[in-house]
C-alpha cells in the first residue's frame, strides 16, 4: 500500500482571482505526472489536501468535476498560513495535492431523483464539482429535475459567475441565484438570504427529492427549517461538513464529530446521521 | 507454547549479545522517575517495580518524527517534491515493558492499520519491534487492567512475557518475533512447558489478586452517544482541568498527531507530533471558529473517545488499558476511573 | 498542621447561604494519596468536600479570572498575591472575590517523597508537623519540613497578603540573609556548565504545558508558542523549540512571578521550572526592589517606566 502522506507532485497552470475582493482564487493543477492522474480518481463531493512542501497542507474541496479531464482545480479562500502562501504562489510553481479524500455525494442513491444544490459563499465548489457532473451529457439522463439555490453578500462575490450565468440559460437546469444585496440596477436574479430563496423557489419534497447543502454554519442552520417546511425528511438532506484536519485519512484525530471522522467517515453525512451525533463542527 | 530458563546472572551478557542485531529500548530510571529510552551501549533497563512516567508508545511513535522532505532549491532535479523521510526501520527490541503496553499497541494498530490506508511510519516501526514484557507481581493502587480486559500478566501484543522468579526469568516466547529475540541473545536453558505454565498461571492470579483498583464498563455500550455526551456531569468533571496535555502523553493509548512543517534553509521537512485533544488549537478553525472552544468540551471529548467512541466503533473494548499513568500524572487528579463509574452508571433524568 | 478545615467550611457554607457568592473555589480530596483537586462549590450542601492540607500545593488564583459573579477563594499566601496580580492585570475586580485566608506553614513535595519509595505510595496522612507515608513494601514517618517544596522552603510570605477574612491566626513569617541560595549556586557556574544546566532540566520535557497551564500568570488568550502568524517557535521535540518555550515563558513572568511553585507542582515529568524563574525574581528582587503580588496599587517593574530604574545595562 503506499505511503498516504506522499502528495502528488503537481504544477500550477493556471490561478484565476474568483471574488471581487480577491480573497478568492481558483488554482488549476496539472500532474507532473500522468500516471498520478490516473490515480487521483475522484466523485464530485470528495476533498483534498493541497500540500505545499515546507508551509503545510490544507483541506479542500474538489471544485473540478471528474468529467474535466487532464486538470484538477479548487478554489481556495486566503485565511490561514497555508492559504495566504498559496496565494502569493505563481503559475508554473511546483506543490503537492494528496486524495482524493473522503466520501462523496451519493451519486448512486441519487439517481432517478430531482436533486436540490444550495449553496452559499464560498463553499460551492464541490457543488460546481457536482452540477457540472450531472450536466455532463453522459450524466443528464440520469438525474430527474435539478434545482440551485446559490447565494452569496454581492454579485461579485458569487463563485464561477460565467458559469452559473450559462446554466442560468439552460432549460435541464433552474437556477436560483440570489444575493444579500445589491446597488446594480441590472441585476436580473434574486436578492434575499438563502434560507428565504430556498422556501420561495425549491421543489417540494416527494420521495424522490433530495437536498444537497454545502455553507457557513450559520446559512446550514437558518436552511433546515425552510427545507422542513418543504416536507424533507432528515435522510433527505445531504450535507457537507467542515473541521479542522491534519492527516485526511482518519488517524490524527481531531476532526471527529461523536464517533464519525469528517475526514475519512465524511465530509457527506446526511441530516439523519448528523442528528445522532454530537455537533462538533 | 516455549518457555526459557534466563538466569539474571546471564541476562545482561545475553542482552548486550542482542544488541548486534537489535536496537534496544526500555525503562531507564533517574532522579525524575522512570522513563522508557533508547538503551545506548554501557545502559542496562531498569527491571525494577517502578512504572515509567510515560509508556512504551514512543518506540512506535515517537513524539516527533520526520516524515517527509524535500528541496527547494530549485537548480536540482525534483526539487518541491516531497519524499519519504529515511528512518531507520532495523529490529529493535523494548525492554521490561509493563505487558498491558504491549496491549495498547495492539489497540492503537487499530487507527494506524485500516482497510483503507495503513500508516507505513507507524506500522514499519511496529513490525520492526520486539516486544518484551515484564509481568508485573506487585500491581500499583492505581492498576486498573483487570477490569478493562488486560492485566499484570497480559500476553497480548507481546511477543516475550518474562516472570521475575527471584534468581531467575521464566521466559514464554509468543511468537517468531520473540523466538528470534531470545535467540540472538543466547537465551535456550528451554524449559518444561506444563511446569512453566502452571508457574505462569500461579503469578497472574496471585497478581491479578493484588490488584485493588477495579471499574465497570459493562453499561457503556447499551448507552447513546448522545445521551452520555449530553450528560450533566462533564461541567463538574472539568471544573479543575487545566487542559495540559499530560493524559493524553503519558497514555499507551492516545495517538492523536499534528502535522507540521518546517523549512532550513533550502530543505523542507514535514513532521508529525504527538497532538492533545485537551489543546483547543486541535480543533480550532483557520477562521477561528472553535467547535470544541470551550475546556468541558475538551474534557469531555477525551473521555467520550477512550470509553465510548473507540467501544462503539471497533467493539474491542475501551481506549485504555489500566494502566493509571494519567490518574497518577494528572495535575489536578482528574481520575479515569470515577469518569468511567460516572459515565457507565448514567441514567438520563427525565 | 492546624488544617483549619472546619473554619473554611463555615465560612464557605455561611458565604453560599447567604448569597454573598455564587462559588466557593477551593481543594478537594483526591483519589490518590497525596493528591488534592480543585473544586467550586456551590451550595451549603457540598462544603464538606472542601479540604485543606499539605497536598494542595496548585494555586487557586488560576480558577478565579474570567468569573462573571462574586465568587470566594480559599487563599494560601501565594494564592493571594496572585489573585493581587490578577486584580493589577485587569483578570478580575476586587469586588468580584471574597478572599478566605489561609495561613500556611508549606506544602509537600510529592516528589522527594515518591522518591524515597521503590514502588507506589499507597497512604498519606500527616498529623501537625508529621507526615506518615506507606507503599506496600515500606512505611515511613517523616517530618514535613525535610519534605517541603522547594519554593516553601524559601517563603516569605506564608500568611495571605490580601484577604476578606482569616481561617486560623498568622503564622510567623521566615526571614533570611539570602533568599536565593539556589540561584547564586548556577550564577556560579561557568558558562558550559550553566548551558548543560538548563539542558538537563528540559531533556525529559514532554510539552505538556501542564507547567504553563497551572500557571496563574500564563493567561494570554493565545500563548506565543501556540501562535502560527507568524509561527515563532517549532511545536515538535527539538531541543531548541523546547528549551524557547521555557526561556520565553519565563521572561513572561519576570516580575510577576510569586514562586508560587504550582508550575513544579504541575509536571508530570518531575523538572524544576522555577529554576527558570528564579532569576528573574532575583533580579527583580535587586533592580527594583520588587516582589510580585504584594500591592494591588503597583503595576509590576517591567510594566513601567520610572526614571530611576536601573540602566547600566546601556554602555
Known amino acids: 500500500m503506499e505511503n498516504p502522506y506522499i502528495p502528488y507532485p503537481v504544477r500550477i497552470d493556471d490561478i484565476e482571482i474568483a471574488t471581487e475582493d480577491k480573497s478568492l482564487k481558483t488554482f488549476k493543477f496539472v500532474f507532473l505526472n500522468k500516471e498520478d492522474e490516473e490515480k487521483f480518481s475522484y466523485h464530485a463531493g470528495q476533498f483534498a489536501e493541497l500540500s505545499i512542501p515546507g508551509i503545510g497542507e490544507i483541506p479542500i474541496g474538489i471544485a473540478s468535476s471528474p468529467v474535466e479531464k487532464g486538470f484538477v482545480k479548487f478554489t481556495v479562500f486566503r485565511t490561514g498560513v497555508v492559504t495566504s502562501y498559496l496565494h502569493n504562489m505563481k503559475v508554473g510553481d511546483i506543490m503537492g495535492i494528496r486524495g482524493p479524500l473522503g466520501n462523496w455525494y451519493p451519486w448512486d442513491k441519487l439517481e432517478n431523483k430531482n436533486v436540490v444544490i444550495i449553496g452559499g459563499g464560498f463553499a460551492f465548489t464541490t457543488l460546481r464539482s457536482s452540477i457540472v457532473y450531472m450536466l455532463d451529457p453522459g450524466n443528464r439522463s440520469k438525474f430527474k429535475t435539478i434545482d440551485v439555490v446559490y447565494g452569496a453578500r454581492s454579485p461579485g462575490m458569487l463563485l464561477y459567475r460565467e458559469e452559473l450565468f450559462e446554466w442560468e440559460k439552460r432549460s435541464d437546469i433552474n437556477m436560483h441565484i440570489t444575493v444579500d444585496g445589491t446597488d446594480d440596477p441590472d441585476w436580473q436574479y434574486h436578492k434575499g438570504f438563502v434560507p428565504q430563496i430556498v422556501e420561495q423557489n425549491a421543489p417540494k419534497a416527494d420521495e424522490d427529492t433530495y437536498a444537497i447543502i454545502c455553507g457557513p454554519p450559520i446559512m446550514i442552520k437558518f436552511t433546515q427549517p425552510s427545507l422542513v417546511k418543504l416536507g424533507y425528511k432528515e435522510h433527505q438532506i445531504i450535507m457537507s461538513l467542515e473541521n479542522r484536519m491534519k492527516c485526511g485519512i482518519g488517524m490524527c484525530g481531531r476532526c471527529n464529530i461523536g464517533k464519525e471522522l469528517v475526514c475519512k467517515d465524511g465530509p457527506v453525512f446526511t441530516l439523519e446521521q448528523i442528528n445522532q451525533t454530537p455537533k462538533e463542527y | ?350 | 498542621m492546624d488544617t483549619c478545615i472546619e473554619k473554611i467550611r463555615e465560612l464557605s457554607a455561611d458565604l453560599l447561604e447567604k448569597g454573598e457568592v455564587t462559588k466557593v473555589i477551593g481543594f478537594a480530596n483526591g483519589t490518590i494519596p497525596m493528591a488534592t483537586s480543585p473544586i467550586a462549590i456551590k451550595t451549603k450542601q457540598d462544603v464538606d468536600k472542601l479540604v485543606f492540607n499539605s497536598t494542595c500545593g496548585l494555586n487557586l488564583a488560576n480558577y478565579v479570572s474570567g468569573e462573571k459573579g462574586k465568587i470566594a477563594v480559599i487563599a494560601k499566601g501565594c494564592d493571594s498575591r496572585n489573585i493581587v496580580t490578577h486584580i493589577v492585570e485587569n483578570q478580575i475586580q476586587r469586588e468580584q472575590i471574597y478572599i478566605i485566608g489561609v495561613p500556611c506553614t508549606g506544602m509537600v513535595d510529592k516528589h522527594k517523597i515518591a522518591a524515597l519509595f521503590e514502588d507506589e505510595i499507597i497512604d498519606f496522612s500527616e498529623d501537625g508537623d508529621t507526615l506518615m507515608v506507606s507503599s506496600l513494601l515500606n512505611t515511613q514517618t517523616l517530618k514535613k519540613q525535610d519534605y517541603l517544596k522547594d519554593n516553601c522552603l524559601y517563603c516569605t510570605h506564608k500568611n495571605p497578603v490580601l484577604y476578606d477574612v482569616l481561617a486560623k491566626d498568622p503564622v510567623e513569617e521566615q526571614k533570611f540573609d539570602n533568599l536565593f541560595p539556589d540561584v547564586d549556586r548556577i550564577e556560579a557556574l561557568d558558562e558550559d556548565a550553566k548551558w548543560q544546566h538548563f539542558e538537563n532540566l528540559t531533556k525529559n520535557c514532554i510539552r505538556c504545558y501542564a507547567c504553563r497551564n497551572a500557571c496563574p500568570l500564563c493567561y494570554c488568550p493565545t500563548c506565543f508558542v501556540d501562535e502560527s502568524g507568524p509561527q515563532w517557535v517549532g511545536k515538535g521535540q527539538n531541543k531548541t523549540d523546547v528549551n524557547t518555550f521555557h526561556f520565553l515563558r519565563a521572561f513572561h513572568c519576570a516580575g510577576r512571578c510569586t514562586d508560587c511553585g504550582a508550575c513544579v507542582e504541575a509536571c508530570p515529568m518531575g523538572i524544576n521550572v522555577r529554576d527558570f524563574t528564579r532569576k528573574l525574581n532575583k533580579d527583580s528582587l535587586e533592580l527594583f526592589g520588587w516582589e510580585a503580588g504584594l500591592d494591588v496599587t503597583k503595576r509590576p517593574p517591567l510594566d513601567t517606566y520610572r526614571p530611576e530604574d536601573p540602566d547600566d545595562f546601556i554602555k
Open chain 2, 1 to 350: 507454547m516455549k518457555f526459557i530458563s534466563i538466569d539474571k546472572n546471564d541476562w545482561t551478557r545475553g542482552i548486550d549479545k542482542s544488541r548486534e542485531k537489535y536496537q534496544l529500548f526500555g525503562p531507564v530510571k533517574d532522579e525524575n522517575g522512570c522513563l522508557i529510552k533508547k538503551l545506548e551501549p554501557d545502559v542496562q533497563p531498569d527491571m525494577g517495580l517502578h512504572e515509567s512516567v510515560m509508556s512504551a508508545k514512543s518506540v512506535i511513535f515517537p513524539q516527533t518524527e520526520k516524515i517527509l522532505n524535500a528541496s527547494l532549491d530549485e537548480s536540482i532535479e525534483n526539487h518541491h517534491i516531497m519524499q519519504r523521510a529515511k528512518t531507520d526501520y532495523s529490529p529493535r527490541a523494548v525492554l521490561g515493558i509493563r505487558p498491558y503496553d504491549a496491549k495498547a499497541m495492539e489497540l492503537v494498530k487499530l487507527n494506524f492499520d485500516t482497510k483503507d490506508f495503513k500508516d507505513p511510519y507507524w506500522c514499519d516501526a511496529y513490525e520492526a519491534t520486539v516486544f518484551v514484557g515484564l509481568g508485573i507481581t506487585k500491581p500499583g493502587p492505581f492498576d486498573f487492567s483487570t477490569s478493562v480486559g488486560t492485566g499484570p500478566f497480559c500476553e497480548d501484543g507481546l511477543d516475550v512475557l518474562l516472570a521475575d522468579l527471584d534468581d531467575t526469568y521464566l521466559a514464554k516466547i509468543l511468537s517468531p518475533k520473540g523466538e528470534a529475540y531470545t535467540a540472538a541473545c543466547g537465551f535456550n536453558a528451554i524449559v518444561d512447558e506444563k511446569e512453566s505454565q502452571a508457574l505462569f498461571d500461579i503469578l497472574r492470579k496471585e497478581a491479578e489478586k493484588n490488584i485493588v483498583s477495579q471499574v465497570k464498563i459493562d453499561k457503556l455500550k447499551e448507552k447513546t452517544i448522545l445521551e452520555l455526551h449530553e450528560a450533566d456531569f462533564w461541567d463538574d468533571i472539568a471544573f479543575a482541568c487545566i487542559n495540559c496535555g499530560t493524559c493524553t502523553y503519558v497514555c499507551p493509548t492516545c495517538w492523536c498527531f499534528d502535522i507540521q512543517d518546517e523549512t532550513k534553509q533550502k530543505q523542507a521537512s514535514r513532521f508529525r507530533n504527538w497532538d492533545t485533544c485537551m489543546s483547543p488549537l486541535f480543533t480550532r478553525h483557520a477562521t477561528g471558529h472553535n467547535p470544541r472552544g470551550t475546556k468541558v468540551q475538551r474534557v469531555r471529548q477525551r473521555f467520550m473517545h477512550k470509553l465510548k467512541y473507540f467501544l462503539d466503533k471497533y467493539d474491542q473494548g475501551i481506549m485504555c488499558v489500566g494502566c493509571g499513568r494519567c490518574v497518577k500524572s494528572c495535575p489536578v487528579n482528574i481520575d479515569i476511573r470515577e469518569v468511567c463509574h460516572m459515565m457507565n452508571s448514567y441514567e438520563k433524568q427525565d
